[in-house]
């Protein structure tokens, strides 16, 4: 069956523009994860969502950072006012439930120039 | 302050031997962990995983051992192959889940035929 899909696969823009990465998750997972790896980082922690339930946002690192996942299945990151420092790889994740294996995309490669 | 840490960012091994990877965590409240393999251009896939109530788990080539009183966890490859080149990636979560996974900066593998 189909894995986790993002989109776009790479994104170049300029500071201070607004950017939206896709995320597609496995069919009938409830459950999804935003992470993202910066440059000799290991994954970091963004925010997650679980059925209709509030999402755990802890880990988005400012309020230009915000998701939402519309009808329990595809989810958006949005980033404002990109800054030269949110260049990183954004990977989502999706799994059955929220304490089973995560599922992960191939990731969004973001460049801010 | 990392709260998983792996040390080595390279290894190289031949093919036939035994690969260790090494992974220390600080956070005693970690409970699950995880290890996650990740090839150039594609995200993190599920390798095996541990909880805390146990001290090994195998799977085919794949061992993980906790070692809880020295907070340390590690993954032997054996026998190693050229295939399993890949960066490796310890993960652990506080809620007894595999929800939020907390990462390491991974360890890049590479097994010489």
């Known amino acids: 069956g189909a894995g986790v899909s993002q989109s776009p696969s790479n994104k170049v823009t300029e500071k201070g523009k607004d950017v939206e990465l896709r995320c597609d998750p496995i069919?009938?997972?409830?459950?999804l994860y935003w992470y993202r790896q910066s440059l000799g980082q290991g994954l970091e922690f963004l925010i997650y969502f679980q059925g209709n339930s509030a999402p755990d946002k802890s880990g988005l690192p400012s309020d230009r950072f915000s998701a939402e996942r519309t009808g329990g299945s595809v989810s958006t990151l949005t980033i404002q006012r990109t800054q030269q420092e949110d260049s990183a790889v954004y990977l989502c994740?999706?799994?059955?439930?929220?304490?089973?294996?995560?599922?992960f995309g191939p990731g969004t490669r973001l460049l801010v120039l | 302050d990392q709260q998983v840490k792996q040390n080595s960012p390279s290894l190289s091994v031949q093919e036939g031997r035994i690969s260790i990877l090494n992974c220390d965590y600080t956070n005693s409240m970690f409970d699950y962990f995880l290890w996650y393999k990740k090839y150039p251009a594609e995200g993190p896939t599920f390798l095996i995983s541990?909880?805390?109530?146990?001290d090994k788990n195998e799977d085919g080539r794949f061992t993980v051992f906790l070692n809880k009183s020295a907070k340390h966890l590690s993954l032997h490859i054996v026998p190693s192959q050229p295939g399993d080149s890949a960066v490796y990636f310890c993960a652990a979560s506080p809620q007894g889940g595999s929800e939020k996974l907390v990462f390491g900066k991974g360890t890049k593998l590479t097994v010489n035929p």
């Open positions: 994740a999706s799994s059955w439930d929220r304490s089973e294996t995560q599922y």
């Open positions: 541990i909880s805390s109530i146990k």
């Open positions: 069919s009938g997972h409830t459950a």
